[in-house]
């Protein structure tokens, strides 16, 4: 069983920045597909971007392209999303994902088999 500890989420004006960050329980921290997704009011729970802890490939989301940045400190076995040019359409709860498995694209809610709690992030115009 591995547990996913989030912290880092918040209120935020558009155009400012926030950093999630995604702690894994996982023995073995390099062999996991980890990542974000997001799920706003009344929408679907979509990916945001993931990472491949063993080999650091990355897939985005279009709409984050350019502005979210997916990273890993495996000495913390942490994976942060730094987040950046905030829009309020990225207001979501945002909640860390991960799977014992190289990452092919950024996959669907049934692709991961761990969850964190979620984090709030808020964006306001």
């Known amino acids: 069983q591995v547990q996913l500890v989030e912290s880092g989420g918040g209120s935020v004006q558009a155009g400012g920045s926030l950093r999630l960050s995604c702690a894994s329980s996982?023995?073995?921290?390099?062999?996991?597909?980890m990542g974000w997704f997001r799920q706003a009011p009344g929408k679907e729970r979509d990916g945001v971007a993931v990472?491949?802890?063993?080999?650091?490939?990355?897939y985005y989301a279009p709409s984050v392209e350019g502005r979210f940045t997916i990273s890993q400190d495996s000495a913390k076995k942490t994976v942060y999303l730094q987040m950046d040019s905030l829009k309020p359409e990225d207001t979501a709860m945002y909640y860390c994902?991960?799977?014992?498995?190289?990452?092919?694209?950024?996959?669907?809610?049934?692709?991961?088999?761990?969850w964190g709690q979620g984090t709030q992030v808020t964006v306001s115009s």
């Open positions: 990472i491949y802890t063993g080999g650091g490939v990355t």
């Open positions: 994902v991960a799977d014992g498995r190289f990452c092919y694209g950024l996959g669907t809610v049934g692709s991961f088999t761990y």
């Open positions: 996982a023995r073995t921290f390099s062999k996991y597909c």
